[in-house]
């Protein structure tokens, strides 16, 4: 007869679990930050893009400043470096939790970080708006 591995008792098992969930947490925390750094870098470098395309096609033409894209571009960066800091303090938090026994949600975090989209996203829609007057 061979032996039957040692199982694990179900309150290792819980807190495992816990920890695989915080970890997943995490990763989509930090590809969601990937994506808003990627949108911002996007962002900045798209007026840039169209002056050098225009010089491109009309060489007399007179190139603009970039305006607001790059001022824009880059707070939405700094939002998605921000948010990958928040990540790395909340997985912390929670794994620090979990080993105590005292899992909390953080709804404040979660209210910053809905109002901090949320601006970018009015940051957004007003540069939509004065740039297509001007067009």
Do not use: H, K, Q
């Given at each position: 007869m061979t032996p039957t591995p040692a199982h694990p008792?179900?309150?290792a098992d819980k807190q495992?679990?816990?920890?695989?969930?915080?970890?997943?947490?995490?990763l989509a925390w930090i590809r969601t930050s990937i994506a808003v750094?990627?949108?911002g870098f996007v962002v900045a470098k798209f007026s840039v893009w169209l002056n050098e395309l225009a010089a491109k096609l009309q060489p007399g033409i007179a190139v603009h400043r970039s305006g607001a894209s790059m001022?824009?571009?880059?707070?939405?960066?700094?939002l998605g470096g921000l948010l990958a800091l928040l990540a790395a303090w909340r997985y912390d938090v929670v794994n620090r939790a979990i080993e105590?026994?005292?899992?909390?949600?953080?709804?404040?975090l979660m209210f910053?970080?809905?109002?901090?989209?949320?601006?970018?996203?009015?940051?957004?829609?007003?540069?939509?708006?004065?740039t297509a007057q001007q067009a």
């Open positions: 008792a179900p309150l495992a679990t816990e920890y695989l969930a915080n970890e997943r947490t995490f750094i990627s949108l001022l824009i571009g880059v707070s939405i960066m700094a105590s026994g005292v899992v909390r949600p953080d709804r404040r910053v970080v809905t109002a901090m989209v949320a601006m970018m996203c009015v940051a957004m829609i007003v540069y939509m708006l004065l």
